[in-house]
């Protein structure tokens, strides 16, 4: 599933909600975004796409397939399904945020801090008034498109073009986020998310990536308003022969070979122009040879390391290959790949002790770069297993979706911070890997950990 959202529309060049409200069109700029998100997508041959009917998600989508037809004369024509409409927010439509936050100040407080009790009274056609929750009932809106979609289209390649709230509510339901999670992820215009489904709805799903921008002349998506704490950059440690080979390293020291080596190097040209105030990298090698990499081009930052953010230990499944762990502990591999939570590995760890050091480290990294007057964006480099704890820990999900992000050798992720004290974070990009093979789909070896 690769999801789009519309480009930039003349709503969001006045700062006004948009929702239902179909008044809204694209602007030049969001006509080029969409023709660039065609070009993006050029040797992708999809089965389907589909749109929201509304006028800013239809001529994106619209354009995306007129740029594809060029390539693949054949390419399907758009159909539009109101499940993919934004969401509904009937009180506050064709008004800017600033008169809704004047004229609703609890229910625009709910919206930010806690949307999924955001409750509007509604007047009926009787002259009643209903209560209605907006976030409520978008998540449900999702879950109905997902069912629907992928029992017509299991095992295919589909393209979605919708909305900012509606493509939350894709995401988030899909990976067992609830309607409280609205505000911890970000759909920038025209960025491209992909999530792999194993089958239909409620069997497993991994995010591969999501919002990526790099196809818009922008690597990482803007900074949104409101976000004053800190910008962290965390990246994955670049191939190892023990990747490319499946063999499971954890914490044993094996370095990058050439080609993470190249990956290392094509991270660090992505990220040059980035202001970096701060790094914190894995004392082992492989990270450490990654971060120092990226730190080429940014020679007045320090590396700190960190044994905190060590790659899982393996234990006796160090050195050792899918064939070896199943003989020596039948089922125990199976079990690790489809309920991770309750593996103990053997003389090694397992996940709750991961997600203890994991956690308590970036919280550490999170304090140390938060209070100032700008702000910081700090660079952290870790392992496979580190990056997914991490990631599960920003959106609120727990050892049991491990296997729902996708981390790619040299991919790089992004989650920004609000100002304030327990303040709640945006996962703001998953997964990019566009700067290492030009596609929006991560190439990277699918090694083990």
């Not at 990536?209 to 910008?231: E, K, V």
């Amino acid at each position: 599933m690769i999801l789009v959202r519309h480009g930039q529309s003349s709503f969001n060049v006045k700062r006004m909600i948009q929702g239902h409200d179909d008044q809204s069109v694209l602007t030049e700029l969001g006509e080029q975004q969409a023709r660039r998100v065609g070009a993006a997508l050029s040797g992708i041959v999809p089965d389907a796409i589909y749109a929201s009917p509304l006028k800013r998600a239809r001529r994106t989508a619209e354009l995306i397939a007129e740029t594809l037809r060029q390539q693949q004369p054949k390419f399907p024509e758009p159909q539009f399904s109101d499940d993919l409409k934004e969401i509904s927010l009937p009180l506050w439509e064709a008004l800017t945020f600033t008169d809704v936050e004047a004229q609703f100040p609890e229910q625009y407080r709910a919206w930010r801090q806690q949307p999924e009790n955001l409750i509007m009274s509604v007047a009926q056609t009787d002259g009643s008034a209903a209560d209605f929750y907006p976030v409520r009932a978008i998540w449900a809106q999702a879950a109905r498109f997902w069912q629907e979609l992928l029992t017509e289209h299991r095992g295919q390649t589909v393209i979605t073009v919708a909305h900012s709230a509606i493509n939350r509510a894709l995401i988030g339901s899909a990976l067992a986020l609830g309607p409280e999670s609205l505000n911890r992820l970000y759909q920038a215009n025209c960025a491209i998310s992909v999530l792999n489904f194993a089958g239909g709805w409620g069997d497993a799903v991994q995010l591969e990536s999501m919002n990526l921008t790099g196809h818009m002349d922008s690597p990482l998506p803007p900074l949104r308003t409101g976000f004053q704490g800190p910008r962290l950059l965390l990246v994955r440690h670049g191939e190892t022969d023990w990747n490319r080979d499946q063999r499971f390293q954890g914490q044993i020291d094996v370095p990058l070979n050439p080609t993470g080596q190249e990956q290392a190097a094509r991270a660090a040209d992505f990220l040059k122009e980035i202001p970096i105030h701060a790094a914190v990298s894995s004392s082992m090698l492989r990270p450490k040879q990654t971060a120092e990499k990226i730190l080429a081009f940014h020679p007045k930052v320090s590396l700190a390391r960190s044994q905190a953010l060590w790659e899982i230990s393996h234990g006796a499944w160090e050195g050792k290959f899918e064939a070896d762990i199943e003989a020596a502990y039948p089922g125990l591999l199976s079990q690790w790949q489809t309920a991770p939570e309750t593996v103990q590995m053997p003389e090694g760890e397992n996940l709750q002790q991961v997600w203890q050091r994991a956690i308590a480290a970036w919280q550490d990294i999170v304090a140390a770069h938060s209070g100032g007057d700008q702000p910081q964006t700090v660079l952290v480099v870790a392992h496979d297993a580190i990056n997914k704890a991490i990631l599960c820990h920003v959106t609120g999900l727990g050892p049991e979706h491990f296997w729902q992000f996708k981390q790619g050798n040299g991919a790089v992720s992004v989650i920004d911070y609000p100002a304030g004290a327990n303040s709640v974070p945006m996962l703001s990009a998953a997964n990019i890997t566009m700067h290492l093979s030009g596609s929006i789909l991560d190439k990277t070896a699918a090694g083990a950990l």
